[in-house]
């Protein structure tokens, strides 16, 4: 959707990229390499989102490093802007995720909800193809320009945690969270 308001799947990728980590610091390289995208095309990129004051820009140790504009004039309507396109990709990767098995539980946590968790993703459901999982992930975190870290559990296994007070379940519970799907039979 933003591809077509934008014009430019790498200029969404970057733009991303940058809201979601405004306080760092990228080189070219290192933006390809998140991104996937060809070094010409994120060069371009930069150079516009430059231009138009989106970005910054300073060489260090011989490379080009680029980072937010904080005093962009429209950085918080970009903000909001990628904030509820985000809802529209979830909606795509949470139904991506349905046709890969008998999903039971679905939660977006992590890097969904700036909640300080050691996964982005919890999947819990039997016959969940992990293959599939890591391959659907691969592609979206693409659109979101950082890695999308998962936990896989089967029923039973995210049961016996429930019972014995897990404390990755507990930290992750109690974390800013979102549930997409919650079919499991509690006791």
Request: glycine share 4%; hydrophobic share 40%.
């Amino acid at each position: 959707m933003l591809e077509q308001i934008l014009g430019s799947k790498t200029r969404v990728q970057i733009i991303t990229l940058f809201v979601r980590n405004p306080d760092k610091l990228f080189f070219v390289r290192e933006i390809a390499r998140t991104t996937g995208q060809y070094i010409n095309a994120i060069r371009r990129e930069l150079g516009n989102l430059e231009r138009f004051g989106f970005l910054i820009s300073k060489t260090q140790d011989k490379k080009r490093f680029y980072s937010i504009n904080k005093n962009f004039f429209l950085l918080d309507e970009l903000k909001h802007l990628f904030v509820k396109s985000n809802v529209f990709l979830e909606n795509d990767l949470t139904n991506e995720l349905k046709k890969i098995g008998d999903i039971k539980m679905l939660v977006l946590t992590g890097a969904f909800t700036d909640a300080d968790t050691q996964t982005d993703l919890l999947v819990v459901g039997d016959n969940v193809l992990k293959n599939e999982i890591t391959q659907i992930l691969e592609n979206f975190s693409l659109t979101q320009g950082h890695e999308i870290r998962y936990t896989l559990f089967t029923v039973k296994d995210f049961q016996y945690r429930e019972d014995i007070s897990d404390q990755f379940l507990h930290t992750l519970f109690s974390q800013k969270h979102i549930v997409l799907v919650d079919k499991i039979d509690r006791k």
